[in-house]
C-alpha cells in the first residue's frame, strides 16, 4: 500500500503484524488501537488520509496477521506489549487512540503509561463494561465473528450495527469488507474476554491528558451519551460529535483524519 510501511516483528516473543505510514517527526507518533476482530488494513484509508502525522498501528495478537497469543489477555497485556513496541521502533512517546473496543485499551494505556502518553483520542467509544449498551439485537449480532468470514451476512446486518452512512452507501460496505480479514474464532473470544469486567470508571478522574473524543450521533452499537459520560469524567477533555454512525473514521476518513491532526497540532 503505498506509503504505508507494513511488516511482521517480534515484540517480546509475540509476532505482531505492524502498519507505520511515516510523517513528520515534529510531533510523537500517533499509536491507533483498532477495534474488535478488526484486521490493520481496516484502518489504512484513515492512516493515508494523515498529512503530516506519523501513524502506528498493528493486528491484536490472534487477529489478521498476528500470532495467537499463547494465553488471554487483559487491555493492560495490551499496553504493556504497545509500550514495548513503541520503544523498540525507537519512540519514547505517543499520541493515542483507540477506535470502538480499541478506545477500552487507548483508555488503559494512557492511565498505565501517563509519561509515555502525550495526547488522547476516544472514537465511538465507552468505559468499558459499565457503558450504556446498544439494543441486544447489535449487540447479538456483534458477538461473533461471523461477520468478518461471511461478506454475505456483513452485508445484511452492517446497516444495522454501523448506522450511519452505512444506512445509505451498499458500496461502502463492500468496499469495507474487501478490506476485511479479521480475527480466528479464537482470537475473537480472546478479545471478547480481555474486556469482560473492565471498566475505566474509577480511575477516569486521574488521567489528565488532553483528550478529543468523537462520537457518532447515529451509532447503534455504542450509543452517544457513552461520549458525554467519558467527556464529563475525563478533567481535560471535549467531545464532538459526528453526523455519522458507528464507523466513521471508514465513511469519513479524511474528516476524520483533519480533526484528529488540528486536536494533535494544538499547544
Same mark, same amino acid.
Given at each position: ?40 488494513? !481496516? #484502518? $489504512?484509508?484513515?492512516?493515508?488520509? /494523515?498529512?503530516?502525522?506519523? %501513524?502506528?498501528?498493528?493486528? *491484536?495478537?490472534?487477529? @489478521? =496477521? ?14 504493556? !506489549? #504497545? $509500550?514495548?513496541?513503541?520503544?523498540? /521502533?525507537?519512540?519514547?512517546? %505517543?499520541?493515542?487512540?483507540? *477506535?470502538?473496543?480499541? @478506545? =477500552? ?32 439485537? *447489535? ?129
Amino acid at each position: 500500500m503505498p506509503g504505508i510501511d507494513i511488516r511482521t516483528i517480534s515484540v517480546g516473543g509475540q509476532n505482531l503484524r505492524i502498519a507505520i505510514r511515516h510523517g513528520s517527526a515534529e510531533r510523537p507518533p500517533l499509536l491507533l488501537f483498532n477495534g474488535i476482530g478488526a484486521n490493520l488494513e !481496516l #484502518a $489504512v484509508p484513515f492512516m493515508s488520509a /494523515l498529512t503530516d502525522t506519523t %501513524a502506528i498501528i498493528f493486528d *491484536v495478537p490472534g487477529v @489478521g =496477521g498476528s500470532a495467537m497469543p499463547a494465553l488471554p489477555y487483559r487491555p493492560s497485556t495490551l499496553a504493556r !506489549l #504497545a $509500550v514495548r513496541l513503541l520503544a523498540q /521502533l525507537g519512540y519514547e512517546r %505517543a499520541d493515542v487512540a483507540g *477506535v470502538s473496543w480499541g @478506545g =477500552g485499551v487507548a483508555q488503559q494505556f494512557a492511565y498505565q503509561y501517563p509519561k509515555v502518553c502525550r495526547r488522547i483520542v476516544l472514537l465511538a467509544t465507552a468505559p468499558g463494561t459499565t457503558m450504556v449498551p446498544g439494543s441486544p439485537f *447489535v449487540l447479538w449480532k456483534m458477538a461473533t465473528p461471523r461477520r468478518y468470514v461471511d461478506k454475505n451476512f456483513l452485508r445484511r446486518v452492517a446497516p444495522e450495527i454501523y448506522g450511519g452512512a452505512f444506512r445509505q452507501t451498499p458500496e461502502l460496505i463492500d468496499k469495507h469488507a474487501r478490506a476485511m480479514r479479521g480475527a480466528s474464532g479464537q482470537g475473537y473470544l480472546y478479545q471478547l474476554l480481555a474486556m469482560a469486567g473492565w471498566t475505566s470508571l474509577p480511575w477516569l478522574w486521574s488521567v489528565r491528558q488532553p483528550t478529543l473524543i468523537l462520537a457518532g450521533r447515529d451509532d447503534p452499537l455504542v450509543r452517544p451519551i457513552n461520549g458525554r459520560i467519558l467527556a464529563w469524567l475525563l478533567p481535560n477533555a471535549r467531545l464532538q460529535m459526528i453526523d455519522d454512525g458507528h464507523m466513521f473514521i471508514v465513511s469519513q476518513p479524511a474528516e476524520t483524519a483533519r480533526t484528529i491532526e488540528e486536536f494533535l497540532a494544538e499547544t
